[in-house]
């Protein structure tokens, strides 16, 4: 049973690319969370999502970030335009639809992208 | 807006000895995690702590919630050199029924266990 599969787990854009980082939930999840953890810091939420809506994108930046989940494929966050202050650890997390109440998300290995 | 302190952020813990980390968090909510994270590797669950009092325990580690206080505590007995690695605690923001909504973390307590 494969868990929560982010890809690629190492990723090196120079200023001003274009990010695409890739999570396929854990199976018969609907629901996925993408996460940023900085060096020294905590995970900071950016976006939850099921199939084709954002349920909740508060923790997103204004500017060139955007997440989907489509209803076939994983789900994607881009980032455009990339600058240095992108650099971080972006983790994905998924949980079922109807899950018990509680039961702890699922998180993937995580993208480290770096800009140069 | 909610809030998580961990305290304190570096513990560096003697083998064979007993600590305890704490968590403290600003409003009220009923959902409280505890993961762990080894350098470079993704988060682990360890504990779901849902109702006031709840205490659950995995091996040397012993989670508790006191929902009043706002504080949960994680209690290491007799440290072993494996228990290395930064735990996070998470709080749920809003009591939603069914799916999980989104989670506020700490920064983390990163343990060191010496001999």
Redesign the interface.
């Known amino acids: 049973n494969a868990g929560v599969m982010q890809n690629p787990r190492h990723l090196v854009r120079r200023r001003g690319q274009e990010a695409r980082l890739r999570c396929s939930p854990m199976k018969g999840h609907s629901?996925v969370?993408w996460?940023r953890q900085l060096p020294?810091?905590?995970?900071?939420?950016m976006v939850?999502l099921q199939k084709e809506n954002i349920i909740?994108e508060?923790?997103m930046p204004k500017e060139r970030f955007s997440a989907e989940f489509p209803k076939e494929g994983p789900s994607i966050l881009r980032i455009q335009q990339v600058v240095r202050g992108d650099s971080a650890a972006y983790?994905c997390a998924s949980?079922?639809?109807?899950?018990a109440?509680?039961?702890?998300?699922?998180?993937?290995?995580?993208t480290r992208l770096t800009v140069t | 807006e909610l809030k998580?302190e961990q305290n304190p952020l570096f513990l560096s813990m003697q083998e064979g000895k007993n600590y305890t980390i704490y968590c403290n968090y600003s409003t009220t909510s009923d959902?409280l995690?505890w993961?762990r994270q080894d350098p470079g590797?993704?988060?682990?669950?360890l504990f779901?702590l849902?109702s006031n009092g709840a205490v659950k325990q995995e091996g040397r580690l012993m989670a508790s919630l006191d929902t009043k206080a706002r504080l949960s505590t994680l209690h290491i007995t007799a440290a072993v050199h494996d228990l290395s690695a930064t735990y996070?605690c998470?709080v749920?923001n809003h009591p939603v029924?069914?799916?999980?909504?989104?989670?506020?973390?700490?920064?983390?307590i990163t343990l060191s266990v010496r001999p």
């Open positions: 629901h969370y996460y020294e810091e905590g995970l900071k939420f939850y909740d508060s923790g983790f949980s079922p639809k109807g899950g109440y509680g039961s702890p998300l699922h998180f993937g290995n995580g | 998580v959902r995690y993961y590797k993704s988060l682990e669950s779901v849902l996070f998470a749920g029924t069914g799916a999980n909504s989104k989670l506020t973390f700490g920064k983390g």
